[in-house]
């Protein structure tokens, strides 16, 4: 059983926004927006598409959760991008903050390298995480707390497809 959450308009209605804000939070210098791969794919391709300045676009891939609805903390770095990331701004895209884990792994990875900037965008984010050491400067939606699949999110890598975000109950 599904029930839509967020429906296509409000997402696009949504993405527009941060694109607006992410376009006027960085007036100069060098963008790299960074995917972590598979979950943001379509939140990324829709958001780069709403920012109005010359960016880069790049990817990670960490896994971490495997088939169970529950995070296990452990985060491998599968894909690493090409591009140097040391003096640039970096925008990190996740497609759903819940505990944070895997995010806040990541971003010590990359702030090892040293980026002029470093800030995170999440289209969801649960608001559960107790101890992030790297707040999240834009989200999306505050999301329910329930197992959410569509627009990029998946279950045991089904529903990624969808064009709008679904609750699993
Ligand atoms: P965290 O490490 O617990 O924050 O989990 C992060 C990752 O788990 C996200 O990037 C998603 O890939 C996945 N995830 C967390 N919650 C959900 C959900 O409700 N639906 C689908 N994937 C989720
Ligand atoms: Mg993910």
Redesign the pocket.
Known sequence: MKRIAFDEDRIAKRVRELGDEITAAYPTGELLVLG?LK?SFIFLGDLVRQIRRSIQVDFLVAA??GSSMV?SGEVRLVYDPETKLEGKNILVV??????????DRMMQILSARRPQSLEICALLH?QV?EHLSYPVRWVGFDAPKE???GYG???AENYRHLPYIASLQ
Do not use: M, P, Q
């Not at 996740?94 to 995010?103: A, M, W, Y």
């Open positions: 972590l979950g971490s959760y995070s996740e497609d759903i903050v819940d505990s944070g884990r895997t995010l649960k995480a197992f959410l699949v999110l998946d279950h």
